[in-house]
């Protein structure tokens, strides 16, 4: 079965410093990943996709994830965070009919 | 473009009450999933419409159901309300039936006292 798993439920970072959050899949087939990115309030945001054109994905808002087979890894990153990036983001991989989400990890920037 | 709209934005009922949420779907999009977000379970998937047909549904009772217009545009019906029912319920359309990419709504605030 296809699932995701998030690697830390909170990361926190300086402004300026480097974003990393966690994301490793499982899955059968290739499959399809997501992040999305959740402000307190509101609904889910896409951030980027991967649809398998490229390893290396580019999304809104300075963000990137790298897909690594060797690794089942999708991890997402940004160079510089800042204040406005403190949100919650979700990995999801897309089985047929519907997104199978991670637990979500918490970002918090601070100053 | 307009996005995905769901109303209300907030609804407040008592146990064992039902609750209607409605969602329009992007233009051009003809499917549509709802998914509930409660605090401590994540983001669950809870049913799909496609062509105004019930595609799949996920792991809840049958007092979760709903149905899709025409226009495309669908309900969330909630009948039988119990507490642990309180959540974000977030609408998504996609412009391809089957998944993929999906984009969403703000979401309902479901609250049961």
């Known amino acids: 079965a296809q699932s995701v798993t998030q690697l830390g439920s909170h990361v926190s970072v300086s402004e300026g410093a480097l974003v990393l959050l966690r994301c490793n899949y499982s899955s059968s087939v290739p499959p399809y990943l997501f992040w999305y990115v959740q402000y307190p309030n509101q609904g889910l945001q896409l ?10 994905v580019k999304g809104i808002n300075g963000f990137e994830a790298e897909f690594k087979k060797s690794e089942t890894s999708f991890h997402l990153t ?31 920037v601070f100053p | 473009e307009a996005g995905v709209t769901q109303s209300p934005t907030h609804l407040i009922k008592t146990r064992g ?15 549509v999933y709802w998914y509930q977000q409660a605090l401590g379970l994540g983001l669950q998937f809870l049913l799909w419409y496609d062509e105004g047909e019930e595609r799949n549904r996920g792991n809840f009772p049958p007092r979760f159901s709903g149905r899709q217009f025409p226009n495309y545009s669908s309900e969330l019906n909630v009948n039988a309300l119990e507490l642990e029912d309180s959540a974000l319920y977030l609408c998504a359309s996609s412009p391809l039936a089957g998944g993929d990419e999906q984009y969403f709504g703000p979401g309902t605030r479901l609250t049961v006292t």
């Open chain 1, 47 to 56: 951030l980027l996709k991967y649809t398998s054109a490229a390893t290396l």
């Open chain 1, 78 to 108: 940004k160079p510089s965070a800042h204040m406005s990036d403190a949100a919650e983001y979700f990995c999801a991989v897309s089985i047929t009919d519907k997104l199978i989400f991670g637990t979500g990890t918490r970002l918090q």
């Open chain 2, 17 to 31: 009450q039902q609750a209607t949420l409605r969602c329009s779907p992007i233009s051009g999009h003809t499917s």
